[in-house]
Structures are given as C-alpha cells and as structure tokens.
C-alpha cells in the first residue's frame, strides 16, 4: 500500500545527543514536509523540501537538521542544540501546490513521539 | 506572516445537536484543509476546499470556504459520539513559504 512510514514511534534522547527520524514515502510525491506538534498545539513547520537535493527552514528550524538525497527519504535529526525537543513529529508529503498533477491532499504519516530523559 | 486561528479551541455537546467551528486565516490563501486528529494519532485529511464560495460535506461534517471574508466553517450536524476529536484547519503561507500554517485546533468532545 502507498503512503508513508515514520520510524521510530517512541525515541528517547538524553541531554547532549543528536538523534535522527526517519521518513519514508512511496507516492511518488516531490515535495516533504517535517512539522512539530507541542500538547494541546497545532502544528508548526520544521523543514520542507520541494525536489531532491533541495530544502528550506520553516518556521522552527532551529536545532534542527536534514537532508534529501533520495525522493522517497526525508530524514530528521535533532541536534542537541535544540534545547526542549519533546513533542510529537510528523512527517507530510504531497506533489508541489504548482504541480499540474496536484491532487490537493497533504498526506501524513503516523507520527514519532520523541522524549528527552 | 500568515496566522490562522480557530474557535472554540474546546467544544463539549450532546449527541444529536449542530455545531459549527470557526477558522479564520489573516492573509490570502488559495487553499485550506480541514483534518482530524484522533489522541495520539496521526492526521486525517477531511476536507480541500480551492475557491470562494466552496462546499464539501461528507456524512455529518460540512466544510465552507469564504476568501474575501478569509473565513472557513466546519459544521456538524447531528453529532455522534464517534465525531469526538481534535479538528484542525490550515492554511498555506504565501511568499516564497511552502507548507501549510496550523491553527491550534478544537477539542471536541460528543457526549451520548
């Protein structure tokens, strides 16, 4: 079945490491998206890109990390400069909004809950 | 910068009754999402709405659309218990931005 598989669920971290979220999608969809969840909040963009090879900071970039060197992988890391990390990600994707073959949808995946211990 | 802002951000109704949740968005958008989200899941997408003037229902949940007053409705009609989640509406920034702007979301709880 097509759509995309975030791994791991739960992650814990210790103060001072960096750790990496994996996303992979299989849609074929160009553009990748990280968004952070805090408690009782919305969503808040991390990270996105558009084509492989190429990405841009959101709104919370800071502390944050990734890369792009394959389609259908989009990777996380959280640096230990980031200083209160413990939230819920999720990792999104779609064809580009200026895509002719847009089909509208963002699609999600099923989330990592990340812990600081 | 774009901002988008729901309300109620908590809702508690009786089965069988109609509600309507309110999202407001401050700049121009030529798309918005409505999602739901279950606790501790992930998002499901509910609703694309591209134009003024746009309407989508599916069972109990209808969507609007108003971009000149910048303005999305979801309205339930004749809540179930099953409807009980966090709904969310988003907006897609403008500029040069990619991805979509959040509001906080509204609780909603359906009780029998």
């Known amino acids: 079945d097509g759509g995309i598989t975030q791994s791991p669920k739960y992650l814990f971290r210790k103060e001072g490491q960096n750790v990496t979220l994996s996303c992979e999608q299989n849609?074929?969809?160009?553009?990748m998206y990280w968004y952070r969840q805090d408690p009782g909040q919305g969503l808040r963009l991390i990270y996105y890109?558009?084509?492989?090879?190429?990405?841009q900071k959101g709104d919370i970039a800071e502390g944050y990390s990734v890369s792009r060197e394959k389609k259908e992988s989009f990777p996380l890391t959280v640096t230990s400069a980031q200083k209160n990390p413990t939230a819920f990600y999720l990792c999104?994707?779609?064809?580009?909004?200026?895509?002719?073959?847009?089909?509208?949808?963002?699609?999600f995946g099923e989330g990592s809950w990340l812990t600081v211990v | 910068e774009l901002k988008v802002e729901q309300n109620p951000l908590f809702l508690s109704m009786q089965e069988g009754k109609n509600y309507t949740i309110y999202c407001n968005y401050s700049?121009?958008?030529?798309?918005l999402y409505w999602y739901r989200q279950d606790p501790g899941k992930s998002l499901e997408s509910l609703f694309v709405l591209l134009s003024n003037g746009a309407v989508k229902q599916e069972g109990r949940l209808m969507a609007s659309l108003d971009t000149k007053a910048r303005l999305s409705t979801l309205h339930i009609t004749a809540a179930v218990h099953d409807l009980s989640a966090t709904y969310f509406c988003?907006?897609?920034?403008?500029?040069?931005?990619?991805?979509?702007?959040f509001g906080k979301g509204t609780h909603l709880i359906i009780q029998p």
């Open positions: 849609l074929n969809h160009d553009a």
């Open positions: 988003a907006a897609y920034s403008g500029g040069g931005a990619d991805g979509l702007t």
């Open positions: 890109s558009q084509i492989v090879n190429d990405f």
């Open positions: 999104a994707s779609a064809q580009p909004r200026d895509s002719k073959t847009s089909g509208n949808t963002i699609y």
């Open positions: 700049t121009t958008s030529d798309r």
